[in-house]
């Protein structure tokens, strides 16, 4: 059997699979939180921590759960040997380790962005642009502000590293693909920064073994001593793995509170401030990415504003289907958050855009979800005006089981949208990282040609096309126009003396969390 985990910001997710591929038994943990910000490292009432070692209670409390399911599932074959593990994860988030393995303080996690000051500095000597939720601005953070805890630190980890280190002893930093070293750190920055080398984990490729579960793995997680473990990574980019977001063309929408969408272009991708542009996990292609703010948590929100938290999703989306497509020409922005790509807006904000008195709870619950849809095109259209050509969406995440939100996104874009039969993106990754590196594909690509199937395609209704282009140009002349009062609105609930950060004030990183 095949174990994946992938461990996420609220839950650690895991799977047992056959060798063939056979989805054996499926299942989930939460995270546990820090109570408060200031029983972490920061007394910043906007940090965001979590104690490293709930990603490993979580990973033990899955265990024996998930062998029970699959031994029920499979008349006993959840009593078959395991043979790997591989594990992906949330990230950036970074926890300062000690000598014994054990986290020295809680882990800053991607939505941390306390490291402004240090991402200007990193920026200035690396000579590129780094956010603040980035590794090496965190790290750079602890040295200043930690001095103590930072000389006591024998590694810096990322999440579903630490978890490996925890199961071999073996501490490595997972390298998407070869260029992503500049966004995680280089060895010239950690020089001109004054950083201690010996502090952060030599690189390893995804879909290797890093090392084998230690004696005292065994014994703590009931895991048999000896097997291998593999190298997932970051879970926005094992989910392309998952989707068989691997050939040109292809783009895999990442579905949930906010939306990535990342493209596999073949070919050269001019510069463009709108999107990022990285190595794909698959050479020699490039991942053209676009990350969304808000678009789920838009409809949460929603729900609960309009509702005072009452009703589910089924609810409103029974609601949504008694309005005709366009909501009664009414739009709405879901900048409830400033906006990422293709806008990089932190100051942009939600709007309704021509509500009157015949509009119901009804039509605004539908421009909410149609809001989602207009956001992907905006970015897919940035990609388009650039030469990268988007063939379809392949979903994944939560929102990717609705499928009358599927059909908006699929009418709004005018793409086809088609959803996996395995709903799990990162856990199918894991388990083609994980097959590579047995042996039984000659890669990670091939793996996931074979074993990602669709279960649907939503084909777009062409006889909404004109409808959805008129309301789309009312999308983005809606924002430009708004734009200006934007920023009054926000300047006035930032604390005096502190003015925009501008484009670089937004979350610069496609595949968080």
Request: with cysteine.
């Amino acid at each position: 059997m095949i174990l994946a985990v992938d461990l996420g910001t609220s839950s650690a997710k895991a799977a047992l699979f056959s060798r063939k591929g056979d989805v054996l038994a499926v299942g989930s943990s939460p995270i546990d939180k820090i109570a408060s910000p200031q029983s972490g490292v920061s007394a910043d009432p906007m940090a965001q921590e979590v104690d490293a070692e709930a990603w490993s209670r979580a990973f033990a409390r899955l265990l024996p759960d998930l062998r029970s399911r699959a031994a029920q599932a499979e008349a006993g074959r959840g009593n078959e040997a395991l043979e790997c593990i591989a594990v992906s994860g949330n990230g950036p988030s970074l926890v300062p380790v000690g000598d014994s393995g054990l986290p020295l303080a809680p882990a800053i996690t991607w939505m941390d962005r306390r490291a402004v000051t240090e991402a200007a500095m990193a920026s200035k000597v690396a000579g590129r642009p780094l956010d603040p939720t980035y590794n090496l601005p965190k790290a750079l953070w602890f040295k200043r502000f930690k001095p103590d805890m930072y000389e006591r630190t024998a590694r810096f980890s990322s999440c579903p590293e630490y978890l490996c280190g925890r199961l071999t002893g073996c501490w490595r930093t997972f390298l998407p693909a070869q260029g992503f070293q500049p966004i995680i750190w280089d060895s010239a920055s950690l020089r001109a920064l004054g950083l201690d080398e010996s502090k952060f984990p030599p690189f390893i490729g995804l879909g290797q073994v890093l090392g084998r579960v230690s004696l005292s793995a065994s014994r703590e997680f009931g895991i048999p001593e000896g097997i291998p473990v593999v190298s997932g990574g970051p879970d926005f980019v094992v989910s392309l793995i998952g989707t068989a977001t691997t050939r040109p063309g292809r783009a895999c929408d990442r579905a949930g509170s906010s939306e990535g969408i990342n493209l596999c272009h073949e070919g050269s991708f001019p510069q463009d401030s709108r999107l990022l542009v990285m190595p794909h996990v698959i050479e020699p292609y490039l991942n053209v990415s676009g990350a969304i703010s808000t678009t789920g948590r838009a409809l949460a929100w929603f729900m609960e504003a309009s509702r005072a938290g009452g009703g589910d999703f089924e609810e409103l989306f029974d609601s949504i289907g008694m309005v005709e497509p366009g909501a009664g020409r009414l739009v709405f922005l879901p900048y409830l958050a400033g906006e990422r790509a293709p806008l990089w807006d932190p100051d942009a904000r939600a709007a309704f855009l021509g509500l009157n008195l015949t509009h119901r709870f009804e039509h605004m619950a539908r421009a909410v979800a149609e809001s989602a849809g207009y956001a992907i095109r905006d970015v897919v259209e940035a990609m388009g005006s650039r030469g990268a050509k988007v063939s379809e969406l392949r979903v994944s995440g939560g929102p990717a089981r609705n499928p009358a939100w599927n059909q908006i996104k699929a009418d709004i874009t005018g793409l086809p949208l088609l959803v996996p039969r395995f709903p799990h993106a990162e856990l199918m990754g894991d388990l083609c990282l994980a097959l590579s590196a047995l042996g039984d594909y000659p890669g990670p690509a091939e793996a996931a040609e074979t074993l990602v199937t669709m279960e649907r395609a939503h084909e777009p209704i062409a006889a909404l096309r004109s409808l959805y282009d008129d309301l789309f140009g009312a999308y983005q002349e809606g924002y430009r126009a708004l734009k200006p009062v934007f920023a009054r609105l926000a300047a006035g609930q930032r604390p005096s003396g502190q003015g925009s950060s501008g484009r670089d004030a937004v979350d610069r990183n496609p595949g968080a969390g």
